[in-house]
Nanobody, 128 residues
Framework: QLQLVESGGGLVQPGGSLRLSCVAS????????VGWFRQAPGKEREGVSC????????NYADSVKGRFTISRDNAKNTVYLQMNSLKPEDTAVYYC?????????????????????WGQGTQVTVSS
């Protein structure tokens, strides 16, 4: 059974850092692009970042550029989201998702409709 499980969320003060992990099971992640998305209370889910299957292509939402870094370790079937300089507006449930398409090894875009498989989410709260 194909499954994605996020971890690493928590409570952090403004300016702090967290690293989220997304572990895949039931399939090999190499051929899949992986994205991180978030949903704050009362708001729509939005794209944060994505990484191609090879890891050679990444994209970021403007709101997180320069602060967040996405990476992957295919040997561990895991994708990471390093979040630095966190702000209260980063507070949300963070989800990872996987997409397999003919271009997924070399390209990704941060579009919810592109992604087929979703994790359950991990809460990130940025507050003093």
């Amino acid at each position: 059974q194909l499954q994605l499980v996020e971890s690493g969320g928590g409570l952090v003060q403004p300016g702090g850092s967290l690293r989220l992990s997304c572990v895949a099971s039931g399939f090999t992640l190499d051929d899949y692009a992986v994205g991180w998305f978030r949903q704050a209370p009362g708001k729509e889910r939005e794209g944060v970042s994505c990484i191609s299957g090879s890891g050679g292509s990444t994209n970021y939402a403007d709101s997180v550029k320069g602060r967040f870094t996405i990476s992957r370790d295919n040997a561990k079937n895991t994708v990471y989201l390093q979040m630095n300089s966190l702000k209260p507006e980063d507070t949300a449930v963070y989800y990872c998702a996987a997409e397999v398409a003919y271009y997924s090894r070399t390209y990704c875009r941060i579009s919810l409709s592109d992604f087929d498989y979703w994790g359950q989410g991990t809460q990130v709260t940025v507050s003093s």
